[in-house]
């Protein structure tokens, strides 16, 4: 897939988690950051309601591979266009997958001399293991709360379970 196509499929779709622009100014510890916010993919194996990437959506798929996405932030961040990276998913699978997929694409960007803050979006389900290396890459980590009873998560999140 050409990466314009992938840039447009997986940094516009992100704008879905909270904010709709790719590269946005976000406040950490009390400064404006510009942030790359992008997701790892936008294949998701569930069917919640309110989701616009469940799994039975026409949508195109696309995944990053971890070590382009670190390149693609290095260059933006090199470039004084990117202060950091925001990086989430959708949940194609194994939620420990998916995080060892973002952990491997910042753990990369770390190894390249990116100091730039990264925020990290922890997966539903994931190992605490990986959890714990998170919190030792990331400046700032996130988890979404899908409902708030398990009554309402069962009827938006059918698939998932209470």
């Known amino acids: 897939m050409l990466l314009s196509r992938k840039w447009r499929l997986l940094v516009l779709a992100s704008r879905w988690d909270r904010c709709y622009v790719p590269i946005y100014e976000a406040v950490a510890r009390d400064r404006p950051v510009r942030l790359l916010k992008t997701l790892m993919t936008n294949s998701c194996w ?29 260059m933006l961040w090199r470039e004084k266009r990117v202060d950091g990276v925001f990086l989430s998913s959708s949940l194609p699978g194994d939620p420990d997958k998916v995080m060892e997929l973002q952990l491997a694409a910042v753990r990369e960007l770390r190894s390249l001399g990116f100091t730039g803050y990264v925020h990290l979006r ?8 990986l959890v714990a290396e998170a919190a030792e890459l990331a400046d700032r980590m996130g988890v979404n709360l899908e409902a708030p009873s398990a009554d309402v998560f069962e009827e938006i999140c059918p698939d998932k379970g209470s």
């Open 46 to 74: 569930s069917s919640c309601l309110y989701c616009p990437l469940r799994c039975f959506s026409a949508k195109t798929k696309a995944s990053w591979r971890p070590g382009k996405l670190a390149r693609v932030a290095l």
């Open 122 to 129: 922890l997966m539903p389900g994931v190992s605490r293991h």
